[in-house]
Protein backbone atom coordinates (compact mmCIF):
# COMPACT_ATOMS: atom_id res chain seq x y z
CA UNK A 1 0.00 0.00 0.00
CA UNK A 2 1.63 3.51 -0.99
CA UNK A 3 2.14 5.85 2.18
CA UNK A 4 1.73 9.51 2.52
CA UNK A 5 3.00 11.74 5.13
CA UNK A 6 1.02 15.08 4.54
CA UNK A 7 0.98 18.61 6.54
CA UNK A 8 -1.45 20.69 6.87
CA UNK A 9 -4.09 18.20 6.74
CA UNK A 10 -6.56 19.97 8.49
CA UNK A 11 -8.22 21.97 6.37
CA UNK A 12 -7.54 23.63 2.33
CA UNK A 13 -5.35 22.20 0.28
CA UNK A 14 -4.17 19.73 2.75
CA UNK A 15 -7.51 18.12 4.04
CA UNK A 16 -8.38 17.88 0.37
CA UNK A 17 -5.31 15.94 -0.86
CA UNK A 18 -5.94 13.79 2.27
CA UNK A 19 -8.91 13.04 1.69
CA UNK A 20 -8.46 12.29 -1.83
CA UNK A 21 -5.14 9.72 -0.90
CA UNK A 22 -7.73 8.01 1.37
CA UNK A 23 -10.87 7.67 -0.79
CA UNK A 24 -8.27 5.45 -3.35
CA UNK A 25 -7.13 3.39 -0.67
CA UNK A 26 -3.62 4.69 0.09
CA UNK A 27 -2.63 4.91 3.85
CA UNK A 28 -2.23 8.61 5.19
CA UNK A 29 -0.63 10.03 7.83
CA UNK A 30 -0.75 13.55 9.17
CA UNK A 31 1.16 15.70 11.47
CA UNK A 32 -0.66 17.44 13.40
CA UNK A 33 0.73 20.43 16.12
CA UNK A 34 -0.72 18.72 18.91
CA UNK A 35 -2.90 15.95 20.63
CA UNK A 36 -5.86 17.51 20.57
CA UNK A 37 -5.33 18.98 17.19
CA UNK A 38 -4.28 15.13 16.15
CA UNK A 39 -7.77 13.57 16.86
CA UNK A 40 -9.81 16.18 15.62
CA UNK A 41 -8.23 16.03 12.44
CA UNK A 42 -8.01 12.28 12.30
CA UNK A 43 -11.35 12.59 12.80
CA UNK A 44 -12.42 14.27 9.97
CA UNK A 45 -10.17 11.70 8.07
CA UNK A 46 -11.49 8.52 8.80
CA UNK A 47 -8.40 5.99 8.15
CA UNK A 48 -5.47 8.35 8.71
CA UNK A 49 -3.31 8.15 11.47
CA UNK A 50 -1.51 11.16 12.89
CA UNK A 51 2.02 11.65 14.17
CA UNK A 52 2.45 14.83 17.05
CA UNK A 53 5.22 17.68 15.77
CA UNK A 54 4.43 21.22 15.96
CA UNK A 55 5.94 23.11 12.67
CA UNK A 56 6.54 26.43 14.31
CA UNK A 57 9.19 24.66 17.03
CA UNK A 58 11.10 22.98 14.56
CA UNK A 59 14.00 22.62 16.89
CA UNK A 60 11.83 20.03 18.93
CA UNK A 61 10.55 18.27 15.78
CA UNK A 62 13.62 15.55 16.66
CA UNK A 63 12.27 15.62 20.00
CA UNK A 64 8.46 14.77 19.07
CA UNK A 65 9.23 12.10 16.29
CA UNK A 66 11.43 10.17 18.29
CA UNK A 67 9.09 9.52 20.90
CA UNK A 68 6.59 8.17 18.33
CA UNK A 69 6.28 5.43 15.88
CA UNK A 70 6.62 6.37 12.51
CA UNK A 71 5.45 4.89 9.18
CA UNK A 72 8.27 1.89 7.99
CA UNK A 73 7.44 3.37 4.35
CA UNK A 74 6.70 6.64 2.99
CA UNK A 75 6.60 7.06 -0.73
CA UNK A 76 5.45 11.04 -0.72
CA UNK A 77 5.91 13.86 1.87
CA UNK A 78 3.63 16.47 1.21
CA UNK A 79 3.90 20.08 2.71
CA UNK A 80 0.68 21.76 2.51
CA UNK A 81 1.14 23.68 6.11
CA UNK A 82 1.42 27.25 6.04
CA UNK A 83 0.12 30.59 8.28
CA UNK A 84 -0.01 33.80 6.66
CA UNK A 85 0.65 37.54 8.61
CA UNK A 86 0.27 40.39 6.49
CA UNK A 87 2.00 44.02 6.90
CA UNK A 88 4.40 46.63 5.59
CA UNK A 89 7.99 46.01 6.57
CA UNK A 90 7.82 49.12 8.76
CA UNK A 91 5.03 47.39 10.75
CA UNK A 92 5.56 43.79 10.73
CA UNK A 93 6.96 42.85 14.59
CA UNK A 94 9.48 40.41 14.66
CA UNK A 95 7.42 37.45 16.10
CA UNK A 96 5.77 37.58 13.09
CA UNK A 97 8.55 37.28 10.68
CA UNK A 98 9.95 34.71 13.42
CA UNK A 99 6.33 32.62 12.96
CA UNK A 100 6.27 32.65 9.37
CA UNK A 101 9.75 31.55 8.64
CA UNK A 102 9.46 28.57 11.12
CA UNK A 103 6.06 27.06 9.85
CA UNK A 104 6.56 27.86 6.15
CA UNK A 105 10.39 27.37 5.59
CA UNK A 106 12.50 26.35 8.93
CA UNK A 107 9.83 23.91 9.87
CA UNK A 108 9.56 21.53 7.01
CA UNK A 109 12.93 22.14 6.23
CA UNK A 110 13.71 19.70 9.47
CA UNK A 111 11.24 17.55 8.98
CA UNK A 112 12.46 16.68 5.49
CA UNK A 113 15.79 16.13 7.13
CA UNK A 114 14.58 13.51 9.83
CA UNK A 115 12.60 12.09 7.17
CA UNK A 116 15.41 11.70 4.50
CA UNK A 117 16.37 8.28 5.77
CA UNK A 118 13.16 6.58 5.07
CA UNK A 119 12.46 8.14 1.76
CA UNK A 120 15.20 7.81 0.01
CA UNK A 121 14.32 3.77 0.65
CA UNK A 122 11.43 4.66 -1.00
CA UNK A 123 12.75 6.42 -3.52
CA UNK A 124 10.16 9.06 -2.38
CA UNK A 125 8.23 11.91 -4.37
CA UNK A 126 7.95 15.39 -1.79
CA UNK A 127 5.74 18.19 -2.59
CA UNK A 128 6.07 21.61 -1.29
CA UNK A 129 3.01 23.61 -1.85
CA UNK A 130 4.24 26.85 -2.16
CA UNK A 131 2.41 30.00 -3.94
CA UNK A 132 2.45 32.88 -5.99
CA UNK A 133 4.57 35.23 -3.09
CA UNK A 134 6.98 32.29 -4.07
CA UNK A 135 7.78 33.83 -6.75
CA UNK A 136 6.76 36.89 -6.60
CA UNK A 137 6.77 40.13 -3.66
CA UNK A 138 4.08 42.60 -2.94
CA UNK A 139 4.03 45.17 -0.88
CA UNK A 140 2.72 43.73 2.54
CA UNK A 141 3.61 40.76 1.82
CA UNK A 142 7.26 40.67 2.63
CA UNK A 143 7.66 37.79 6.00
CA UNK A 144 5.11 35.55 3.99
CA UNK A 145 6.79 36.01 0.66
CA UNK A 146 10.37 35.50 1.75
CA UNK A 147 9.28 32.11 3.93
CA UNK A 148 7.61 31.08 0.30
CA UNK A 149 10.70 32.13 -1.62
CA UNK A 150 13.12 30.51 0.64
CA UNK A 151 10.98 27.42 0.17
CA UNK A 152 11.78 27.43 -3.64
CA UNK A 153 14.84 27.79 -2.48
CA UNK A 154 14.91 24.91 -0.12
CA UNK A 155 13.07 22.71 -2.92
CA UNK A 156 15.69 23.22 -5.56
CA UNK A 157 18.59 22.58 -3.45
CA UNK A 158 16.72 19.11 -2.12
CA UNK A 159 16.09 18.43 -5.63
CA UNK A 160 19.69 18.61 -6.45
CA UNK A 161 21.13 16.83 -3.63
CA UNK A 162 18.67 14.07 -3.70
CA UNK A 163 18.32 12.73 -7.52
CA UNK A 164 21.55 10.35 -6.48
CA UNK A 165 18.92 8.72 -4.36
CA UNK A 166 15.93 8.98 -6.52
CA UNK A 167 14.02 11.71 -4.46
CA UNK A 168 11.87 13.51 -6.86
CA UNK A 169 11.18 16.95 -6.05
CA UNK A 170 8.15 19.42 -6.62
CA UNK A 171 6.80 22.60 -5.97
CA UNK A 172 3.71 23.91 -6.59
CA UNK A 173 2.78 27.95 -6.65
CA UNK A 174 -0.81 28.15 -7.09
CA UNK A 175 -2.79 31.68 -7.06
CA UNK A 176 -5.34 32.73 -5.00
CA UNK A 177 -7.58 29.39 -3.92
CA UNK A 178 -10.40 29.58 -2.10
CA UNK A 179 -8.97 28.08 1.50
CA UNK A 180 -9.67 29.61 5.23
CA UNK A 181 -6.23 30.57 4.80
CA UNK A 182 -7.63 33.05 2.13
CA UNK A 183 -10.40 34.16 3.70
CA UNK A 184 -7.44 35.39 6.40
CA UNK A 185 -6.05 37.19 3.91
CA UNK A 186 -8.91 38.85 3.49
CA UNK A 187 -9.76 40.15 6.52
CA UNK A 188 -6.10 40.94 6.63
CA UNK A 189 -6.22 43.37 3.52
CA UNK A 190 -9.67 44.57 4.67
CA UNK A 191 -11.61 43.25 1.55
CA UNK A 192 -14.76 41.15 0.76
CA UNK A 193 -13.83 37.19 0.58
CA UNK A 194 -15.34 36.10 -2.64
CA UNK A 195 -14.65 32.41 -2.78
CA UNK A 196 -15.83 32.35 -6.47
CA UNK A 197 -13.24 34.14 -7.81
CA UNK A 198 -10.27 31.88 -6.69
CA UNK A 199 -9.23 28.30 -8.08
CA UNK A 200 -10.30 25.44 -5.43
CA UNK A 201 -8.52 23.58 -3.17
CA UNK A 202 -9.72 20.36 -5.56
CA UNK A 203 -8.10 21.85 -8.65
CA UNK A 204 -4.95 22.43 -6.62
CA UNK A 205 -4.91 19.10 -4.94
CA UNK A 206 -5.13 17.68 -8.40
CA UNK A 207 -2.36 19.20 -9.47
CA UNK A 208 -0.42 17.45 -6.62
CA UNK A 209 -1.97 13.99 -7.25
CA UNK A 210 -0.56 14.33 -10.50
CA UNK A 211 2.95 15.12 -9.72
CA UNK A 212 2.89 12.04 -7.10
CA UNK A 213 1.37 9.69 -9.90
CA UNK A 214 3.61 10.14 -12.63
CA UNK A 215 5.61 7.07 -13.78
CA UNK A 216 8.96 6.64 -12.46
CA UNK A 217 10.94 8.00 -15.76
CA UNK A 218 9.32 11.53 -15.07
CA UNK A 219 9.54 14.18 -12.53
CA UNK A 220 7.58 17.38 -12.42
CA UNK A 221 9.50 20.01 -10.73
CA UNK A 222 7.78 23.34 -10.86
CA UNK A 223 3.76 24.10 -11.65
CA UNK A 224 2.08 27.07 -11.22
CA UNK A 225 -1.27 27.26 -11.20
CA UNK A 226 -3.82 30.44 -11.33
CA UNK A 227 -7.82 31.33 -11.13
CA UNK A 228 -8.90 31.18 -14.89
CA UNK A 229 -8.90 34.64 -16.13
Excluded: C
Excluded at 156 to 174: C, F, K, N, Q, W
Excluded at 178 to 185: G, I, K, W
Excluded at 196 to 217: G, M, Y
Amino acid sequence: MTSHLITGAGSGIGAVVARRLLDRGDQVVVLARDAGRAKEITAALPGASAVVGDLAQPGRLSWALSKQALPERIDSLVHAAGVVDLGPVADLPANLWERQLAVNLVGPAELTRLLLPVLRVSRARIVFVNSGAGLHAHAGWSAYAASKHGLKALADALRAEESEHGVRVTSIYPGRTATPMQERVHQQEGRDYDPERFITADSVATTILTALDLPDDAALTDLTIRPRA
